[in-house]
């Protein structure tokens, strides 16, 4: 996977348009619930068109074959990263594979990953919430041992879970890690976080980051900046 750093879209597909305008390069982009819901597959069809490379981030979670048929319809929009919770088993991730593979374009499926506990999620939370008794580390361990079995090609995790994920599962399973933040900016609602250097130093595969960008009164200049301290060059 490209050293981009991966751009959250939290727009509408008005704002999300006039936003891509703004830079004259290739962008990894990534389709969340929110633009997805306002303007459906269109706005990735767009998006695509302009010639960006899209995750298409719909945390899927439900019973097997309906999770396979939705990711067959998915796999036909030629996005090039996918989701769903790992939260929703083995063979949920399995059909998942199985959709994508019966839906890809030209014999190439999206890539797949599966969320293992949310970057906005503390230890307590997920012991008082989730019901689950044992420490976080050991619940994202788990549920990204079961992705890879199933098939899958990574998780999102938070950085600070990648050097436990590489050391059970190796460095060729990919690590896609939100709660991104530069130092100096608000944490927000994210409670496991991260700069973009810490991150690359940490093992990610790719890191994820918004308001960072989209919500700089210079975008493509803290793009540049957040791209520079990801990559590790001065380019």
Not at 16 to 23: D, M
Not at 142 to 160: E, F, M, N, R, W
């Amino acid at each position: 996977m490209e050293k981009l750093p991966i751009i959250a879209l939290d727009f509408t597909g008005e704002e999300t348009k006039t936003f891509l305008k703004q830079f004259d390069e290739q962008l990894f982009v990534k389709v969340g619930m929110e633009l997805f819901y306002e303007s459906g597959p269109s706005i990735v069809k767009e998006i695509k068109m302009m010639g960006h490379k899209i995750f298409l981030d719909l945390k899927l979670h439900d019973i097997p074959t309906t999770v396979q048929k939705a990711m067959t319809q998915l796999a036909a929009l030629d996005v090039d990263l996918v989701n769903v919770h790992a939260a929703g088993g083995l063979n949920m991730m399995k059909a998942a594979v199985k959709g994508l593979d019966e839906g890809a374009v030209n014999g190439k499926r999206p890539e797949i990953i599966a969320v293992t506990q949310l970057t906005s999620t503390s230890e307590n939370q997920m012991q008082n919430d989730q019901q689950i008794h044992s420490t976080l580390i050991q619940s994202v361990l788990h549920y990204a041992s079961l992705a890879k079995q199933a098939g899958l090609d990574g998780v999102v995790c938070a950085a600070t879970d990648c050097r436990h994920l590489i050391g059970e599962l190796g460095s060729d399973f990919k690590y896609i890690t939100p709660g991104i933040r530069p130092n100096g900016t608000d944490t927000n609602d994210q409670v496991r976080t991260a700069t973009p250097a810490e991150a690359a130093q940490l093992g990610a595969s790719a890191i994820v980051v918004g308001r960072a960008i989209t919500g700089s009164e210079d975008p493509v200049k803290s793009y540049q900046q957040i791209k520079t301290e990801w990559s590790g060059t001065d380019e």
